[in-house]
């Protein structure tokens, strides 16, 4: 693994992992904490109509996945505050949506050449370095936008009508947080697909909330998680000639279950984070 540091695609592929890393600690943790998983699953699939309309328009891959996915996160939104009961049905409508529009797009696509299965699958063996600087660029404003309105997000967290008794706009911040949840699925895409963004996403969130006390060590160490994930599984798809996006998902996988068997022998009692963190 060390020779393949030697290679510019490899390096690439290490710190593209460690962005997505961060991502997948920070909001992920949310994701997980909220029970929104279905929700982000809404917005990666719908997210493929981007895909499609960058290569159709011939703009920039991220730039045409981030404006879709933006539009589908704040429909969902718009329709999960409104009508909570048809939430889950109008959302998978949005992701078949999303997703027969993708489709379309690219066989309109004069010149299609477009290889799927790396954006089903990831290709981060082959994210070039423009891409790590928009990565860069939403990884700093996803990260800044939560700390900045952490305390109004933990907040809705654990309980959305004591937020609106203490003045906070609750639908604003709901708004805002679905937003970075699409944001940060436009950058895990890259890395391991639009089929196994949400395990990346919340794998190591959910194995990381049981040792925890506090959201904030959750986001810690579902960080810390991910990147182990992102490595290892660059490493046995270098090794053995394997897609790195599937492997790095069957490493998280297997710590999943691993952390499954721990604790039915050994965790009596898994912590309550969002209560610890509102007692703190």
Not at 11 to 30: D, E, K, M, P
Not at 168 to 197: D, E
Request: some cysteine; glycine content about 8%; proline content about 3%.
């Amino acid at each position: 693994m060390i020779d393949a540091l030697h290679f510019e695609f490899m390096r690439n592929a290490l710190i593209a992992g460690c962005f997505a890393s961060l991502i997948c600690g920070v909001i992920g943790s949310f994701v997980v904490v909220n029970r929104l998983v279905f929700l982000a699953g809404g917005i990666a699939h719908a997210a493929f109509g981007g895909i499609g309309l960058a290569f159709f328009l011939g703009i920039p891959y991220l730039l045409g996945t981030l404006g879709v996915s933006l539009m589908a996160a704040m429909i969902m939104t718009a329709v999960v505050l409104n009508n909570k009961d048809r939430a889950d049905t109008f959302i998978g409508i949005l992701w078949a949506i999303g997703m027969a529009t993708g489709i379309i797009l690219l066989d309109m696509t004069p010149g299609y050449n477009v290889n799927l299965m790396s954006y089903l699958f990831g290709s981060i063996l082959a994210v070039p370095g423009s891409d790590l600087w928009w990565m860069l660029g939403l990884s700093v404003f996803t990260l800044f936008s939560t700390g900045f309105f952490y305390r109004d997000l933990l907040a809705i967290s654990y309980d959305d009508e004591f937020a609106r008794l203490r003045g906070v706009p609750v639908n604003l911040i709901y708004f805002l947080f679905i937003g970075l949840v699409a944001v940060s699925i436009v950058i895990i895409i890259r890395v391991v697909g639009l089929i196994l963004v949400i395990a990346l996403l919340t794998i190591p969130p959910y194995i990381a909330e049981k040792y925890s006390n506090s959201l904030a060590q959750m986001m810690g160490l579902s960080t810390l998680l991910a990147v182990l994930f992102n490595f290892s599984g660059l490493w046995v798809a270098y090794t053995y000639n394997l897609t790195s996006g599937a492997t790095i998902i069957l490493m998280a996988a297997a710590a999943f279950f691993i952390s499954m068997i721990f604790d039915a022998l050994f965790l009596k009692k898994p912590p309550t984070l969002i209560s610890n963190e509102q007692n703190n």
